[in-house]
């Protein structure tokens, strides 16, 4: 190795120390000022590793829930092969644009700080932002060559798979968020929380807020129902068990009373039970004077 790159190469190292200091200072409030931040710890670490061997980026202690990892592949490699990193899926027939050599991906998860960075107006997060970003890494050793590239896949499409989500309180649809942070809402999200995007950025899923609510409470009436009709259904069967106890008392009294006063009773199974029951009787029918006197002068 030369002196002069030498020197080169620890200029870029004492830069680039000096820019994490700077922008840790103001990266809890502008997601640009993160990007630069792990941007420059990417190219900090980048002499100590070789391509295709990714590494993870240690972020100060007030974004340590932030997840960052990089990795230096060789333009014919991104072409041929591909890669995967973190939840990002990239299918070989990639190219960069422009054109480069060598190129540094940079994959990053915000976690529970999402929200801290990101919004879509009149919807809800229901995934972390994550992004994939990709840098030119053919000549790191030249100061001021860092510049961020495109991916453009030419066959099939670049796959994220979200973190599983319990329960959706509506729609689920794929978010990107642009470079000045504005939020694009695009189709529904697939099968296993995944997205197909066509380029690099920052990605998370969100819900709308008025489905997500009107969900919510549709759910809650439905419960409330069944329950005030189980409720209901109780009450009418005890009320109807009682008048059957009390009708069934009274007859019986009744049938008792009237055994007591005289009479004779004779006994019925009903359901399993004796019980007594009054006999059926006939009046014997009585021959009138008149009409047997008319048949004998007949």
Known sequence: MTSAHFLSSSSLSLLLFFTLITTSLHATSNFSSLDKLIQ??????????????????HLPSNLSSITAIALRLR????????????????PPGIVTS??????????????????SFFSVPGHVLVAPVIACLAYDASNVSLL???????????????????????????????????????????????????????????????VGEGESKGKGKGKGRIWWVWVWMGIVCWL?????????????????????????EGEVLDSVWVGGSKLPAAPATRTTPAIENDSVTSASAL
């Open 40 to 57: 420059s710890l990417a190219f900090l670490h980048l002499p100590h590793h070789h391509s295709n061997q990714p590494y993870h980026l």
């Open 75 to 90: 333009g014919a490699d991104l072409w041929l092969r591909g890669t995967n990193l973190g939840y990002f899926r990239l």
């Open 98 to 115: 422009p054109h480069v050599r060598r190129t540094v991906l940079v994959f990053y998860d915000l976690g529970n700080l999402s929200s």
């Open 144 to 206: 001021g060559s860092i510049r961020e590239v495109s991916l453009r896949p030419t066959r099939d499409p670049i796959a994220i798979v979200f973190p599983s989500v319990d329960e959706l309180s509506g729609p689920a649809r794929c978010v990107r968020f642009g470079s000045r942070g504005l939020a694009r809402v695009g189709g529904a999200v697939g099968e296993g929380m995944r997205c197909e995007v066509r380029g690099t950025g920052r990605f998370s899923v969100a």
């Open 236 to 260: 009418v069967g005890m009320v109807g068990l009682g008048v059957g106890r009390v009708r069934r008392k009274r007859r019986m009294e009744e049938m008792e009373r009237r055994g007591e």
